[in-house]
């Protein structure tokens, strides 16, 4: 499966952006999808997750309340709704598609697809 994020861009703090995911391939509904992101200088860190069968989603506590996941697995689509962000959600965000069992959802390692990046960058 291949992956497509857009939706980034330059936002005032307390703003809103839209995410989105595009997968081409086939069976994109058998996939749990995530969203990471990496800051300059910093770790790539886990945002949110949908899984494949439940639709369940796991987030990042710093998100939780601003941040929401999405699937329509009609249009092979993954969004993440970011409202009231802050300059500290400034990063690349890229969204990755793989099999992982629950405990593992958060882990990078765990995802076989990823998508290149968009840049979400937050002003104060």
């Known amino acids: 499966v291949q992956l497509q994020a857009s939706g980034g861009g330059l936002v005032q703090a307390g703003g809103s952006l839209r995410l989105s995911c595009a997968a081409s391939g086939r069976a994109f509904s058998s996939y749990t999808v995530g969203w990471f992101r990496q800051a300059p200088g910093k770790e790539r860190e886990f945002v949110a997750v949908?899984?494949?069968?439940?639709?369940?989603?796991y987030y990042q506590d710093s998100v939780k309340g601003r941040f929401t996941i999405s699937r329509d697995n009609a249009k092979n689509t993954v969004y993440l709704q970011m409202n009231s962000l802050r300059p500290e959600d400034t990063a690349v965000y890229s969204c990755?598609?793989?099999?992982?069992?629950?405990?593992?959802?958060?882990?990078?390692?765990?995802?076989?697809?990823w998508g290149q990046g968009t840049q979400v960058t937050v002003s104060s």
């Open positions: 990755a598609a793989g099999t992982p069992i629950t405990m593992y959802v958060r882990s990078p390692s765990a995802y076989g697809y």
């Open positions: 949908i899984t494949r069968s439940t639709g369940n989603t």
